[in-house]
């Protein structure tokens, strides 16, 4: 355990953070699965949503959100175009 003051501040920040961190990325793996799974325009806005947050936190690279996005809209376009 920490004894310097700013260590303890550091390392309650550094809790708190992990657990949004966690929270966000069970988000995000489970979005895209249901995006996956069935591909509708209220999925696809809500996954942007997610991978954008993950993005902003840092937890997902830029390149790979742009990526998540482009996949998810491949998939929304050919079940569109198939019905």
């Known amino acids: 355990m920490p004894i310097i003051k700013s260590a303890k501040k550091a390392l309650r920040q550094s ?7 966690v929270r966000i ?9 249901v ?3 069935q591909s509708k325009p209220g ?3 809500a996954s942007y949503k997610i991978i954008d947050i993950a993005r902003k936190h840092h937890l997902i690279h830029p ?4 990526h998540l996005k ?3 809209a491949r ?3 050919q079940s569109k175009k198939s019905n």
Not at 63 to 66: E, M, V
Request: net charge positive.
């Open 15 to 21: 809790r708190k953070h992990h657990l949004i961190n």
């Open 25 to 33: 990325e069970r988000r995000l793996k489970s979005t895209i699965k």
């Open 35 to 37: 995006a996956t799974k």
């Open 43 to 45: 999925t696809l806005a």
């Open 63 to 66: 390149n790979k959100a742009r």
């Open 70 to 72: 482009s996949k998810l």
């Open 75 to 77: 998939l929304a376009y």
